[in-house]
């Protein structure tokens, strides 16, 4: 970081049309962007005044002078503690699995959007300073999750579930909130899968992917000179989803005056482009979420409320993973098994004291960092099973599972101080022999012998108590 607060990037990588999207994308996210573009320049960067202020290296996969891995290894020794993230034109598993093994700390496929890049960067010097297994995966991999990986036993998740399923089988507008990544897009795609359109289009569009002025462009289309830029005509979403699913990812996003071409479209099947007079019938089933309550949304302003009813005619809340840890264990061994089916990957178990590990951490991304997790981790794993040293992150981050507070008596006897600590020894000894001889309704000889001790000295304590052997 620059003696300003300037977050300092290395991009690694010679096309000069790359290097200024880079440059720019970055600038709104606070970053200052240096370029050196092949493996010889960017080693030399790394020992001059701006390579020694590094807060992120972004090396292209197709940058000249040397193999990524080779590149990423030499920075490595160089710079242990410095994230180097990987640029790529393929998107497979094979190339993050490389990527992670290689230490790489993310991977970004091109073209680059926006909210990836800032995402990794992010994520790269987060404000936990995160490492290896808590760092995101900015590209979501091949092969992503399915409907049955997020199932439960929970009762609030199962009856989400139930609620989703029915909903399948008819076409009225659905809205699923909860926290990001809780698996709403595998619910929405459970949802569209199993209605009478899956045999027809899933188009999505991500609201916090998009700047908030192209997001009715997205939505409906343009025509031809709509705007600046609008060079030729664009089908929409609506346009492209023509008898399947339109899903619609952080609706809260969309702007308030396009809230209302939305409803309409949704009520009377009609939408018209951007900048265009032809109305066209569209039939599409609108399937929303939202990472925030879109009800408080409503309620301060923010979102429409005849749009919010509308979109809720059916309501899925799915529960945060912190909420529903019983499943983490099973969730986590499905997960590993769907991780070990793709290319590059093979079969992992997982040991008790990981899941421990894992049950005991507070999963602020939820399933999708519970994913990311165990997938970095067996990328990296030797061994036959995960063990809690294959997470050291997450052990040296776990917020420790609410320790029950130690019990205030134990069979009729206080072992605890209001504030806490432990009663005196002999207040302890008092109770007890007071529980005895409750217990054995004052049969004395009982009391002795079950507390191991002769008859006199029961007496003898009960004089130095001051206790009755009636109490």
């Known amino acids: 970081m620059t003696p300003s607060g300037q977050k300092l990037l290395m991009l690694v990588d010679g096309e000069p049309a790359q290097q200024r999207l880079v440059t720019v994308l970055a600038a709104r996210g606070g970053w200052r962007t240096i370029i050196a573009e092949d493996a010889e320049s960017a080693l030399a960067t790394l020992g001059t005044r701006d390579g020694m202020m ?10 000249p002078g040397s193999e ?9 020794a160089r710079r242990p503690a410095l994230p180097v993230m990987i640029l790529t034109a393929f998107g497979s598993v094979d190339v993050a699995v490389a990527a992670m093994r290689a230490g790489a700390a993310d991977f970004l496929v091109k073209p680059i959007a926006p909210v990836r890049l800032m995402a990794a960067l ?42 989703a399923a029915k909903a399948a089988r008819s076409r009225v507008p659905v809205l699923i909130e909860g926290e990001g990544g809780v698996g709403k897009q ?31 462009s997205e939505l409906f289309g343009h025509e031809a000179g709509a705007f600046a830029g609008a060079f030729s005509r664009q089908a929409g979403a609506f346009a492209r989803a023509e008898g399947g699913t339109l899903f619609i990812d952080s609706v809260e996003l969309i702007p308030f005056d396009v809230q209302l071409k939305l409803l309409e479209t949704i009520e009377t099947g009609d939408y018209a482009p951007l ?49 529903r840890v019983a499943d983490l264990p099973a969730l986590a061994r499905h997960l590993l098994t ?32 519970l994913h ?14 995960l063990t809690a040293d294959d997470f050291p992150e997450i052990v040296r981050q776990s917020r420790p599972r609410a320790t029950p507070q130690p019990r205030q008596t134990e069979a009729g006897v206080t072992l605890y101080t209001p504030d806490g600590n432990l009663r005196a020894l002999i207040d302890i000894e008092a109770d007890v022999i007071r529980l005895a001889i409750g217990h054995y309704r004052g049969r004395m000889t009982e009391v002795a012998r079950r507390l191991g001790i002769g008859r006199s000295t029961l007496y003898r304590k009960l004089a130095d108590l001051g206790i009755s052997d009636v109490a």
């Open 275 to 323: 900048g265009g007079r032809t109305v066209f019938g569209v039939d599409v089933r609108v399937i929303a979420t939202a990472n925030a309550t879109l009800r408080e949304e409503m309620e301060l302003g923010r979102f429409r409320e005849d749009l919010y009813f509308k979109l809720a005619t059916v309501n899925v809340a799915l529960p945060p993973l912190r909420e």
């Open 122 to 163: 992010d994520g790269a010097v987060g404000v936990t300073a995160a490492i290896g297994e808590l760092r995101p995966l900015t590209e979501k991999l091949s092969a992503p999750l399915s409907f049955g990986e997020i199932a439960g036993s929970d009762p609030k998740f199962r009856a989400a579930l139930a609620i």
């Open 186 to 216: 595998l619910v929405a795609e459970a949802i569209h899968a199993s209605s009478a359109r899956e045999k027809k289009p899933f188009v999505q569009i991500d609201c916090a992917s998009l700047p908030a002025n192209q997001i009715a």
């Open 68 to 76: 990524v891995g080779d590149l990423l290894a030499e920075i490595q």
């Open 338 to 369: 769907r991780i070990g089916s793709q290319p590059g990957m093979r079969a992992l178990g997982i040991t008790d004291d990981a899941l421990s590990i894992l049950s005991a951490y507070h999963w602020p991304s939820n399933v999708r960092q």
């Open 54 to 63: 590094l807060d992120a290296v972004l090396i292209d996969q197709a940058a």
């Open 372 to 385: 990311n997790a165990l997938f970095r981790a067996a990328a990296l794993c030797d061994g036959d099973a």
